[in-house]
């Protein structure tokens, strides 16, 4: 069965930076779109960045773009998310997903997901 497994999340200062990953398994890996989405409390989750295929092509949401990196990996069957400058406001618990469709960030159109790791930015 296909398992997605995030990990580097913790508690940083407004500033810092962390990389986050998402190792996958039990799917083709190089054919997938994959997202990385975030959910604080009582909010809705949210796309932040999501990746192509190949990894060639990304979207980014406003509110991170310039400082978020998405890549992809797949020798290593994994994404990852580079967090630099963090905020606050980043304080989320941050989710992979297998996209459907490239650039569709609805939270419905998500295959696959992981189980989240928690991003705690303090001020």
């Known amino acids: 069965q296909v398992q997605l497994v995030e990990s580097g999340g913790g508690l940083v200062q407004a500033g810092g930076s962390l990389r986050l990953s998402c190792a996958a398994s039990?799917?083709?890996?190089?054919?997938?779109?994959m997202g990385w989405f975030r959910q604080a409390d009582g909010k809705e989750r949210e796309c932040v960045a999501d990746i192509s295929w190949s990894g060639g092509r990304t979207n980014y949401a406003e509110s991170v773009k310039g400082r978020f990196t998405i890549s992809k990996d797949n020798g290593k069957n994994t994404v990852y998310l580079q967090m630099n400058s963090l905020k606050p406001e980043d304080t989320a618990i941050y989710y992979c997903?297998?996209?459907?469709?490239?650039?569709?960030?609805?939270?419905?159109?998500?295959?696959?997901w992981g189980k989240g790791t928690l991003v705690t930015v303090s001020s």
């Open positions: 039990g799917l083709t890996f190089s054919r997938q779109f």
């Open positions: 997903g297998v996209l459907k469709w490239f650039g569709v960030w609805s939270p419905d159109a998500v295959d696959y």
